[in-house]
């Protein structure tokens, strides 16, 4: 358990200004769950989250790591308890200067390993991530995904209970991308290692995360499983966040020619996956166009979006849009032509 109570963390910038990067952030994150914190660029994600390890030190506030306040720790108390935590960046942090393998040797050093284990843990680590062939390699010959696969397997030489992973893929491509998640997510279920996860990308959170938290300008605005967050968003931040991953845009040619309304619909749900629609149209004896949709599958339950045409009497649309409302999450007119 990862327990952060009323965190702040304020900074002085060189105009003597006093700048709140975190403010009163409280978070509670359960063991072995994949856990995401997600916000806009400057919403404080990065300062949060270091603060779990003490790399920021609160300026106010509690953490708590598996029931010990850690807040106060320094020196060896503080090494030690680092040492359950590793770390991933965005721009993967590897020595250059030393080969993959080196990589590896060189955390477990640092953390007092002796080298029959080191030696042994080595290969463990690169299998795991898929690179044992690159273990001499040096780090800039690889890809951006197999540097991200080194920093992966440095982070868990020493057998961390924690990881905290900054923005992981944001500088990798979309198939790289799904490969480094795939493989946090074996990574949790094999070891029940817990993962929190930084990103402004609310793909990441879906494809991943159990829960998430929304960041704003240093506040936590929203939080709850991943497939409420998305499904019901509360705030207006984190509405423009879900807004922005489930959008389906139509042309505008499309709009300006239809004749008739176009809704927008959402189902959650058993309703995802109920011939609604079809009933609407033997029910009320039309005909509709469905012009865009779609049906997410997040935590193994599902979420539609579905935009569709009709072009019929102003009863019948009256009386469409109220079974709509009542056998769907929600219902919206996008466009009504004269």
């Not at 890809?143 to 920093?151: F, L």
């Not at 900054?166 to 070891?191: G, M, Q, V, W, Y």
């Amino acid at each position: 358990m990862i327990e952060l109570r009323n965190v702040s963390v304020t900074f002085t910038s060189k105009q003597r200004r006093d700048v709140e990067a975190v403010k009163q952030a409280s978070i509670s994150i359960n063991t072995g769950e994949i856990f995401g914190i997600v916000g806009t660029s400057g919403a404080g994600k990065s300062t949060l989250v270091r603060t779990i390890n003490l790399l920021e030190r609160p300026t106010s506030g509690r953490v708590i790591i598996g029931k010990v306040d850690i807040t106060d720790f320094k020196g060896k108390s503080l090494r030690d308890i680092r040492l359950k935590i590793g770390m991933i960046f965005q721009h993967f942090n590897l020595i250059h200067t030393k080969s993959v393998a080196s990589n590896i040797r060189f955390a477990m050093k640092a953390a007092g390993k002796p080298d029959n284990e080191i030696e042994q843990r080595i290969p463990e680590l690169l299998s795991l991530v898929g690179l044992l062939e690159k273990a001499h390699t040096s780090p800039a010959k690889l890809s951006g995904g197999q540097k991200q696969r080194v920093a992966i397997a440095r982070a868990l030489a020493n057998q961390p209970d924690i990881l905290l992973c900054d923005e992981p893929t944001s500088a990798l491509d979309l198939d790289t991308t799904k490969s480094i998640l795939e493989l946090l997510k074996d990574i949790n279920r094999r070891f029940g290692i817990t993962i929190v996860i930084i990103t402004h990308e609310m793909d990441v959170v879906k494809s991943i995360c159990d829960r998430v938290a929304v960041m704003g300008e240093g506040e936590i605005v929203e939080s709850g499983t991943v497939y409420d967050v998305f499904a019901n968003p509360n705030h207006n931040l984190t509405k423009q966040l879900v807004r922005h991953s489930l959008t389906l845009e139509l042309p505008d040619r499309l709009i300006a020619e239809f004749k008739g309304i176009i809704f927008k619909i959402i189902y959650r749900g058993s309703q995802a996956e109920s011939p609604i629609l079809s009933e609407a149209v033997a029910l009320f004896n039309l005909k509709l166009n469905i012009l865009h949709g779609k049906i997410e599958y997040i935590g193994g339950k599902p979420l539609g979006l579905l935009i569709i045409g009709v072009a019929a009497p102003a009863d019948t649309i009256a009386a469409l849009f109220k079974y709509l409302q009542e056998s769907t999450y929600s219902v919206e007119v996008l466009h009504e032509s004269d």
